[in-house]
């Protein structure tokens, strides 16, 4: 399994469904993952990253969603809240400037480096 940086490592950020995505997930993504955990000092959970276009749509995400493009993970971490980790995930500069949504009934958050966007799931 190879490691994109020094917490975590390519198979937590590959397709559910397959296992695709080696080589496409953005190092930016990662890098705002690893500066959000230094912020949080604990593990985060990455539930959902890269998505191949089928598994994509069997979720409901839209044809051109991030997570297809590798730029997009859905995390938690244990003993913060959705809108706890959003707060600090808004302090990660990719973050600040891409996208954040919150998804408290589900307990996770999104975080993109693509366009800046905030919602609530
Ligand atoms: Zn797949
Ligand atoms: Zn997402």
């Not at 296992?19 to 993952?33: D, E, N």
């Not at 191949?52 to 913060?80: F, M, R, T």
């Amino acid at each position: 399994m190879a490691k994109l940086s020094q917490h975590f490592d390519e198979s937590e950020f590959l397709c559910k469904c397959c296992g695709t995505g080696h080589g496409f997930i953005q190092p930016h993504l990662v890098l705002g993952l690893e500066m959000l955990r230094d912020l949080i000092k604990r593990p985060i959970i990455v539930t959902c990253a890269y998505r191949c276009p089928k598994h994509n749509a069997e979720v409901g995400g839209v044809p051109n969603s991030y997570h297809v493009q590798g730029c997009a993970a859905d995390i938690y971490a244990a003993g913060l809240t959705p809108y706890e980790l959003a707060g600090q995930a808004a302090r990660v500069p990719m973050f600040l400037n891409g996208g954040i949504g919150i998804y408290p009934k589900r307990g996770f958050i999104h975080v993109d480096v693509g366009l800046k966007r905030r919602w609530m799931g």
